[in-house]
């Protein structure tokens, strides 16, 4: 009996002695391992509740203030890091890129299938071949200097489209998101697939079409727990995973018809396009239909809500600050009164000598970037940041949001002074100045800007030029309400209503 006791302590010790010696190794790991400060975080739910779920980047900001501009937390099993300074973003887009170029993929989003994440331009897991490929393949037929130039006469036609509509609506109550979205969708269509999908005159399409959209950027910026606890995304608890497919295949059916036209027609040797658009050179990449589906949707979602964003920004900053207004409208009268042209429209040649038209759209983007956090980062492998150190595959953001506004790069921070990017060493949105950053930096820099930098001022000059605005009611400017709404977009909460007068 007294050996059997002995065998069983023997054996206990053979067994605990690893495990003890195993607990140890990994508790000695962790403690090496120093990440960011950050608020204390909750058993199982970790950070969750203290950020809360409407404007995570003004919880991310006060979070800053009080444990520094690098900042660690807990989404469930989830560790994210947010940047909030020059520095950060500097360390995270630039110095770090390499190993930060990760993409973090929602739940939600159909690439999160790694069946369809290689098919995928933004949503790509990794900057791996596939997405080299795709990238060449944008930047070739949408985005080189040669492209954006030929499209010119596309976006110029359809901006006087657009002034057209608004001609009728004179005296009228305008929806400046409504009109701006359709216009901006409309450019973007006839450079990919060469035609209208949207009808200007058509109310109820417009609205459907931009409904659709909305709801797809809703869905996909909810808050999700198959994000913060993956073991659950099978579950679909919320329902949006269902609602994000059913979305995806609504949209598609905007252009299926399309592509299955333009594949017949270039099977017959009969295709009727006059010149090769974005649709053409997809199909001569043999990209699968499913491919043509995805990056369509991407590139009209991330196109049109984003610039339809900025647009209404900038008119809603230039309404309440009549003397900045005051002063575009005096430039665009010398630019426009002096070219040869004498139709007395705004041309995309006209655009790099409106200086201070182009420095209220950056000043509207510091205020209020499209995406306040850009895009969200995953580390592909750890690495040190500030001295801190950032496991492989923490979620990584930078809240561009904050640097915007931060003190320490900007004099008088909160006030709309387009003035600070007049002169030439003001900074750009390029990538190279890292507190001025709303198309994000690095490999992950948006690729559409060159396309973004003409269609916006174009818009906005174009209705400023042709009409005088007044808000409805006699509201004073003033008053003029500029609460955001945060998504994947940041949109204004409330839709900015104009009147358009003819001059």
């Given amino acids: 009996m007294a050996a059997s006791s002995e065998e069983t302590n023997l054996l206990f010790l053979l067994i605990i002695i690893p495990l003890l010696f195993f607990i140890l190794k990994k508790f000695k790991t962790s403690s090496a391992i120093t990440l960011p400060p950050g608020p204390y975080p909750w058993p199982i739910l970790g950070n969750i509740l203290q950020i809360g779920k409407d404007h995570p980047h003004l919880s991310f900001t006060r979070f800053a203030e009080t444990h520094g501009p690098l900042i660690s937390l807990k989404l469930g099993n989830q560790l994210l890091i947010v940047g909030s300074s020059h520095a950060a973003a500097t360390e995270i887009l630039k110095i770090q890129d390499r190993n930060l170029s990760g993409r973090y993929v929602p739940h939600v989003l159909p690439a999160k299938s790694p069946l369809l994440n290689n098919l995928s331009l933004g949503w790509i897991v990794e900057c791996n071949e596939y997405w080299r490929n795709l990238r060449t393949v944008c930047r070739g037929e949408l985005f ?24 009728k609506m004179h005296g009228q109550v305008v929806k400046i998101r409504d009109v701006v979205s359709a216009v901006v969708f409309n450019m973007l269509s006839n450079v990919f697939v060469s035609r209208d999908l949207i009808d200007l005159e058509d109310e109820r399409l417009n609205g459907e079409v931009s409904k659709l959209l909305r709801n797809m950027l809703e869905v996909a910026s909810s808050p999700n727990i198959s994000d913060i606890y993956p073991i659950l995304a099978p579950c679909d608890l919320h329902g949006l995973k269902k609602k994000s497919e059913e979305l995806f295949h609504r949209s598609s059916k905007l252009w299926e018809p399309i592509i299955k036209e333009r594949k017949e027609k270039r099977k017959m040797g009969t295709n009727a396009s006059t010149q090769q658009d974005f649709l053409d050179a997809l199909i001569e990449n043999g990209c699968p239909d499913v491919q043509i589906n995805m990056l369509l949707l991407e590139l009209f979602n991330a196109g049109t809500d984003t610039s339809s964003s900025t647009i209404e920004w900038t008119l809603a900053e230039l309404i309440k600050n009549p003397r900045c207004l005051n002063i575009v409208k005096e430039e665009l009268a010398r630019e426009i009164s002096s070219q040869e042209d004498d139709d007395g429209l705004v041309k995309e040649s006209n655009l790099p000598n409106l200086t201070y ?36 595959d923490s979620m990584v953001l930078v809240n561009f949001w904050a640097i915007g506004r931060d003190p320490e790069n900007w004099e008088e921070p909160l006030v709309f002074k387009p003035e600070r990017f007049i002169s030439s060493s003001s900074p750009d ?13 690095g490999r992950r820099i948006c690729p559409g800007l060159p396309m973004a930098s003409k269609h916006v001022p174009l818009v906005v000059a174009s209705l400023l030029h042709s009409f005088d605005w007044s808000l409805p009611h006699g509201m004073d400017p003033k008053d003029l309400d500029m609460s955001e709404k945060y998504g994947l977009t940041m949109m204004k909460e409330l839709p900015l209503l104009l009147i358009p007068t003819t001059k």
Avoid at 364 to 372: D, E, I, N, V, Y
Avoid at 379 to 384: G, I, T
Wanted: overall charge positive; hydrophobic content about 40%.
């Fill in 144 to 167: 080189s200097s040669k492209s954006i130039t030929s499209q010119a006469c596309i976006r110029e036609k359809k901006v006087s489209e657009m002034l057209e509509l608004v001609g």
């Fill in 357 to 392: 038209l182009q420095a209220c759209i950056k000043e509207a983007l510091r205020l209020h970037p499209p995406a306040p956090l850009l895009l969200p980062h995953r580390a592909v492998e750890s690495c040190q940041v500030m001295k801190y150190t950032i496991p492989k």
């Fill in 429 to 441: 949105y390029k990538g190279n100045d890292l507190h001025f950053i709303p198309f994000g930096a």
